[in-house]
Each structure stands twice: as structure tokens, then as C-alpha cells.
């Protein structure tokens, strides 16, 4: 049987607001992601089992498209783009990655918050570890493996990108080791962000 992966909730808030708001935001696009997603299997064990709550520095917040979208509202914009691109234009809806937000009435309805929940394989690069790492490990676990002559410092210097032209067949299961593309589009996004 395989091993349970562990979840976190994972919550972008304003970086102007005291800590104590961000967490009553946070707590708010938490009930929100309940209301849209509580009969979910993924909420359900992330509740009964998990219930780790990151919460991180989103920037600003502004709604106003005339002047200048906060990067808290882009953040929320790219998710709902991966959703269309990567969920409704191919139907598949499993790979979607569900999100809620929650906008502030006493802010004059500013986002104050949005939320998901991701396993482990999104933020454990020990476990999981990115791509030229784990074409690295490849190498080095099979010395009869044609790559075994490949030079590392090359494949380290390599881009992901020019790793994954190079490399199809084990980009595809690296990818699925990670679980697919909503994840990558998660370990992305959470790249180098701080905690609020």
C-alpha cells in the first residue's frame, strides 16, 4: 500500500496588514475553499488528518484593473489560467488546482486572501526533488544507464526546459513522480516566497 502523502493548506495574504488580520483572512478563503470544496476526499483527510496552515506574503492587493492589479490578484489570475489552460481546455478536471479567495468588505472588497491545499510532492525536494537532481540520481543509481557518461556539470548547467527536450521519456516520469502538472505549477509558484 502506498504511503499517505502529507497536505498543507497553503494561503497568500497582503503584506500590509497586521498578522492578526492576515490570519482572520486566511481563516476566511479557508471557510470559502470548505463552502466550494468541504465534500471533497482532499479536504476531508487534509481535515481529519493534516490541518497545516502556511500562510505567505502575497504583496499588494488591488482590484482595479484601470490603474494596476495587485500581485496578490496576479497570483490569483495565474492559478485561474493554469485552471482554463490546463483543466477545462483539456477536460480534465482532476488536474485542476482548487483555490478559493476571499475579498474584504471593510477594504472596500479588496482580496485579502486565497488558499489551496497541495501534498507533499509540491514543497518536499528531498522526496521529490526537481528535475536536473533527479536526472542526477538517475545517473548515479544506474551506471549501465546510457546517461552514465553524461558529464554532470553539464546536466547542472542545463535549464529545465533544455533538460526536459533532452530528456522526454524521463521528464514524463519525473513529472508523474511529482504528480502532474498542477503540482509543477504549484512548486513553481511557491518558489521563493516568504511566510507573511
Same mark, same amino acid.
Given at each position: 500500500?502506498?504511503?499517505?502523502?502529507?497536505?498543507?493548506?497553503?494561503?497568500? *495574504?497582503?503584506?500590509?496588514?497586521?498578522?492578526?488580520?492576515?490570519?482572520i483572512q486566511s481563516g476566511h478563503a479557508a471557510l470559502e475553499y470548505a463552502r466550494l470544496y468541504g465534500n471533497t476526499k482532499l479536504f476531508k483527510d487534509f *481535515?481529519?488528518?493534516?490541518?497545516?496552515? #502556511? #500562510?505567505?506574503?502575497?504583496?499588494?492587493?488591488?482590484?482595479? #484593473?484601470?490603474v494596476r492589479r495587485g500581485s496578490l490578484q496576479l497570483t490569483w489570475d495565474s492559478i485561474r489560467t493554469f485552471n482554463n489552460e490546463e483543466g477545462y481546455v483539456r477536460n480534465n478536471p482532476s488536474g485542476m488546482i482548487k483555490a478559493s479567495y476571499f475579498s474584504e468588505p471593510?477594504?472596500?472588497?479588496?482580496?485579502t486572501a486565497f488558499c489551496f491545499i497541495c501534498d507533499e510532492r509540491v514543497w518536499n525536494y528531498k522526496d521529490y526533488p526537481e528535475f536536473v537532481d533527479y536526472m542526477i540520481n538517475v545517473i548515479e543509481c544506474d551506471t549501465k544507464h546510457y546517461l552514465a557518461n553524461y558529464d554532470f556539470i553539464s546536466i547542472k548547467t542545463k535549464s529545465k526546459e533544455e533538460l526536459q527536450q533532452m530528456y522526454p521519456e524521463q521528464y514524463n516520469?519525473?513529472?508523474?513522480? #511529482?504528480?502532474?502538472?498542477?503540482?509543477?505549477?504549484l512548486r513553481e509558484l511557491l518558489k521563493g516566497k516568504k511566510l507573511a
Open positions: 500500500m502506498m504511503e499517505e502523502l502529507a497536505l498543507r493548506m497553503y494561503f497568500f *495574504v497582503p503584506y500590509n496588514i497586521s498578522p492578526i488580520q492576515q490570519a *481535515v481529519e488528518k493534516h490541518k497545516t496552515w #502556511i #500562510i505567505l506574503n502575497g504583496g499588494t492587493t488591488n482590484n482595479d #484593473i484601470d471593510d477594504l472596500n472588497d479588496a482580496m516520469i519525473w513529472l508523474k513522480n #511529482i504528480g502532474g502538472e498542477s503540482n509543477l505549477f
